[in-house]
T-cell receptor, first 113, second 113 residues
Framework: DAGITQSPRHKVTETGTPVTLRCHQT?????MYWYRQDPGHGLRLIHY???????DKGEVSDGYSVSRSKTEDFLLTLESATSSQTSVYFC????????????FGPGTRLTVL | GDSVTQMEGPVTLSEEAFLTINCTYT??????LFWYVQYPGEGLQLLLK?????DKGSNKGFEATYRKETTSFHLEKGSVQVSDSAVYFC????????????FGTGTRLQVTL
């Protein structure tokens, strides 16, 4: 299995509080991604990174920011959490662009009350 | 924009039954196509993929053929097992897009004895 960990695995927080989710990889892969999974929507891309300090928005980026200060870590921050951000968040990594497989982490279940 | 449409679930089958999960896509150019599987409480893992028209991806008894003329990538298995119970996602990725995946909404498969 690809070495991807996510922390925390579960989190309950209150509306308006900041939240940071961490994705850590030991594969030295160039690309990293954050997705959210919601019933009826499948997985939707929030942000992705194509290198250290190089990030770009996905289709549902509003309310989220990311940072990648080193190859192995990709942080997702909710500056002020809202109930609509209750979801399961998955990190993924990929070695090269094109048709290469993405490897997924175990997910973080976030509940915003 | 790109999109993937999967058949609605859940799909309930008896063990040893034949499985088909339909997937069609809309995308410019020649995307790569994937099937991912998600077992309960886990992240997604790649099941199979196809990168050009008429390619057949196969793994663990599952197959899917890239049909450009019908923009489809239907998943099939000749004889399902209880252990195949999971959620199956069809996805596409276009070359030059940092391997970003566009997912369908997922199809839950429940196999009973």
């Amino acid at each position: 299995d690809a070495g991807i960990t996510q922390s925390p695995r579960h989190k309950v927080t209150e509306t308006g509080t900041p939240v940071t989710l961490r994705c850590h990889q030991t594969e030295n892969h160039r690309y990293m991604y954050w997705y959210r999974q919601d019933p009826g929507h499948g997985l939707r891309l929030i942000h992705y990174s194509y290198g250290v300090k190089d990030t770009d928005k996905g289709e549902v980026s509003d309310g989220y920011s990311v940072s990648r200060s080193k190859t192995e870590d990709f942080l997702l921050t909710l500056e002020s959490a809202t109930s609509s951000q209750t979801s399961v968040y998955f990190c993924a990594i990929s070695d090269t662009s094109g048709d290469n497989e993405q490897f997924f982490g175990p997910g973080t279940r976030l509940t915003v009350l | 924009g790109d999109s993937v449409t999967q058949m609605e679930g859940p799909v309930t089958l008896s063990e040893e039954a034949f499985l088909t999960i339909n997937c069609t896509y809309t995308a410019t150019g020649y995307p790569s196509l994937f099937w991912y599987v998600q077992y309960p409480g886990e992240g997604l893992q790649l099941l199979l993929k196809a990168t050009k028209a008429d390619d057949k991806g196969s793994n663990k008894g599952f197959e899917a053929t890239y049909r450009k003329e019908t923009t489809s990538f239907h998943l099939e298995k000749g004889s399902v097992q209880v252990s195949d119970s999971a959620v199956y996602f069809c996805a596409l990725s276009r070359t030059g897009t940092a391997s970003k995946l566009t997912f369908g909404t997922g199809t839950r498969l429940q196999v009973t004895l």
